[in-house]
Each structure stands twice: as C-alpha cells, then as structure tokens.
C-alpha cells in the first residue's frame, strides 16, 4: 500500500506541474501579445504625428512652388491672366490632392494597426483563458 500512494502522490505531483505548466505559458503568451499590442499602439500613434509633420512640410513646400512660379512669370514680364494663372491654380489644386491623399494613407495605416493591436489584445485574452482550461483540464 505504500507504493500505491507514493504512485498517486507523484501521479498528482506530475498533474499539478502540468497545470502550472500550461497556466504559466498561457500567462506568458499573453503577456507577450499584450506587449505586441502595446508596440502596436506606438506604432500608430508615430503614424499619426509624422503625418502631421509631412504635411506641415508638404505645404510649405507647396507655398514655394507657387512663389517660385509667380516669381518666375513676374521676372518674365508676363501678367499672371490666363494659361500662367491656370497653371498656378492647377498646382495648387494637384498639391491639395496629394495632400488629401497623404492624409487618407497615414489614417488607413493608423487605423490598420490599431485593428492589429485589437486582434492581439484579443490573443491575450484568449491564451489567458486557454492556460486556464489546459489547467484545469490537467486534473482530469
């Protein structure tokens, strides 16, 4: 009868090493989609500031075009009516655009990681309570 305990006391030994075992690595891959989730969320909001700067530059760069181009017509003599004005108005009218769709990229991409943080914030929960079952379900 001693061995037939000592058998049963390591039988549940090994049974709760196991549970530790799966509850530790459903915690730890959680923690690490969690911290995924977290880079993520950076990620995006470095998105989103950098736009800000681009477009600062792009307009600035957009204001000396259209200086360089009246200056240009000025210096030539030309008065700004007509096809010189119509080329002016076209490159702002293209700037604001490229601009627009600066604008549209950086949000679908900050958007897009923010969708990834989501879904790892998601993983997390779902390893959580995966270790929690492979825990549970050791005992039986």
């Known amino acids: 009868m001693g061995i037939d305990a000592w058998g049963l006391g390591l039988s549940w030994a ?11 690595s459903g915690l730890q891959q959680a923690q690490s989609y969690k911290q995924s989730a977290r880079a993520k969320e950076i990620e995006a909001q470095a998105v989103r ?71 790892l914030r998601r993983a997390a929960r779902a390893s959580k309570t995966s270790g929690v079952l492979g825990a549970f379900s050791s005992f039986f």
């Open 49 to 119: 500031e950098r736009n800000v700067w681009e477009q600062v530059k792009f307009n600035e760069q957009t204001r000396r075009w259209i200086g360089t181009q009246i200056a240009t017509y000025g210096e030539s003599s030309v008065r700004l009516e007509g096809t010189p004005a119509d080329l002016i108005a076209r490159t702002k009218a293209q700037r604001v655009l490229d601009r627009m769709q600066m604008a549209a990229n950086a949000t679908y991409e900050y958007q897009a990681l923010l969708a990834d943080a989501k879904q």
């Open 14 to 24: 090994g049974k709760g090493l196991e549970a530790f075992g799966s509850l530790y």
